[in-house]
C-alpha cells in the first residue's frame, strides 16, 4: 500500500488491516499501560464486525519505520443520516505513537484527518493529545458533565419506557435513523429506549459504566434528540432505571441543564470535534465509549 503523506525516508504513515493487527496491538499496548494485549485484539475484533463505510479505513491508520509499528491510531467511521442528507463521523480512539518517533505524530494525525466532508471527534483527549487538538482546530461540542439523578423527576402517569424491539409498534414513530440507532445499539450491548411520553415517542440510548475508579455505577447517555428532550422523559426513564438497581445518569453538556435534577460539573468529560458540523449533545453513538465501553 502506498505510503501517505510527507515524512522522511524509512518514515511513513497508511491505513492499516488484519495483518497488521499485531503490530498495532503491541504499539497499543506500550502506549496504554493499562490496557492488555488481549483488551486491544478484542478491539480490533469488534471493529471488524462492524459495517465498512464507504472507501474509509475499516481499523484505522499506523506509523511505520522501516516496516516496524511506532504509531497507531483507530478510525470509527459511522454513517449518519438526517434530514439533511448522510454525514459522515470518524471517532479518533487511542492515538498512540512511539516515544522516539513522536516528533511525527502530528503529521500522522494529518494524513488521518484530511477529509473535509468528514466530522471527526475525540471524546476521550488526553492531556497531550490536547495540544494536537487545538493545532488542527479541533473545537468543544462538550465542555462538561451533568450527573443527575432522573428518579427525581416528575412522572406523569401516562408515561411508559419500552425496550426498542423492531417489532414494537412504536418503532414506527421513529425515523428510520433512530430506530437504526437504537436497534445497533441494543445488540451492542446498550439500553435502546424509548419513553412514551404524552403518547410521543422520546428515543434514548444509555451505556452502562462505572466512573470514581470503577467504584460508582451509572448510565452515560449515549443519544437523546435534544437535552430538552431528555429532561422531558427523565422521570419515567429514572423509575425505569430504578427498578434495574440504577440511579446516576451522566450526559455531556456545555452547562447546566434545565429541568435535570444534579449538578454540572465544567471540564468533565471534555470532547471535541471538527469538521462541517457539531454532533448534538449527548451525540456518543457508534464510538468507542460504545465499542469498546472507555
Known amino acids: 500500500?502506498?505510503?501517505?503523506?510527507?515524512?522522511?525516508?524509512?518514515?511513513?504513515?497508511?491505513?492499516?488491516?488484519?495483518?497488521d493487527w499485531e503490530g498495532v496491538a503491541d504499539c497499543l499496548r506500550r502506549g496504554f499501560a493499562e490496557r492488555s494485549r488481549g483488551y486491544w485484539i478484542e478491539a480490533l475484533t469488534r471493529l471488524s464486525l462492524r459495517p465498512a463505510v464507504a472507501d474509509f479505513p475499516r481499523y484505522g491508520f499506523v506509523l511505520e519505520k522501516s516496516g516496524k509499528i511506532v504509531g497507531a491510531v483507530l478510525t470509527l467511521y459511522a454513517r449518519h443520516r438526517g434530514l439533511e442528507g448522510d454525514e459522515i463521523r470518524c471517532n479518533l480512539s487511542s492515538w498512540s505513537v512511539d516515544e522516539e518517533f513522536r516528533p511525527y505524530a502530528s503529521r500522522m494525525i494529518a494524513t488521518v484527518i484530511m477529509r473535509k466532508d468528514v466530522v471527526y471527534t475525540n471524546i476521550s483527549p488526553s492531556p497531550a493529545t490536547l495540544k494536537l487538538n487545538k493545532a488542527f482546530g479541533f473545537r468543544l461540542f462538550s465542555g462538561g458533565?451533568?450527573?443527575?439523578?432522573?428518579?427525581?423527576?416528575?412522572?406523569?402517569?401516562?408515561?411508559?419506557?419500552?425496550?426498542?424491539?423492531?417489532?414494537?409498534?412504536?418503532?414506527t414513530q421513529l425515523s428510520d435513523n433512530e430506530r437504526y440507532i437504537l436497534l445497533e445499539h441494543a445488540a451492542l450491548g446498550c439500553l435502546s429506549l424509548m419513553c412514551i411520553c404524552d403518547g410521543l415517542a422520546l428515543p434514548l440510548v444509555l451505556k452502562l459504566r462505572r466512573i470514581l475508579r470503577g467504584l460508582i455505577p451509572c448510565c452515560q447517555v449515549v443519544y437523546c434528540r435534544s437535552h430538552a428532550d431528555l429532561a422531558r422523559c427523565a422521570g419515567v426513564m429514572g423509575r425505569f432505571l430504578l427498578s434495574r438497581g440504577k440511579l446516576l445518569c451522566l450526559v455531556d453538556a456545555m452547562g447546566p441543564i434545565a429541568g435535570l435534577f444534579g449538578r454540572y460539573f465544567p471540564k468533565k468529560g471534555l470532547k471535541y470535534f471538527k469538521g462541517p458540523k457539531s454532533?448534538?449533545?449527548?451525540?456518543?453513538?457508534?464510538?468507542?465509549?460504545?465499542?469498546?465501553?472507555?
Open 1 to 19: 500500500m502506498a505510503v501517505l503523506g510527507t515524512f522522511p525516508p524509512g518514515v511513513g504513515c497508511r491505513p492499516f488491516d488484519e495483518g
Open 145 to 171: 458533565q451533568v450527573a443527575f439523578f432522573p428518579v427525581l423527576n416528575a412522572m406523569p402517569r401516562p408515561d411508559r419506557v419500552l425496550e426498542a424491539r423492531s417489532d414494537l409498534a412504536e418503532m
Open 279 to 294: 454532533p448534538s449533545p449527548g451525540g456518543l453513538t457508534f464510538t468507542e465509549m460504545v465499542l469498546f465501553g472507555s
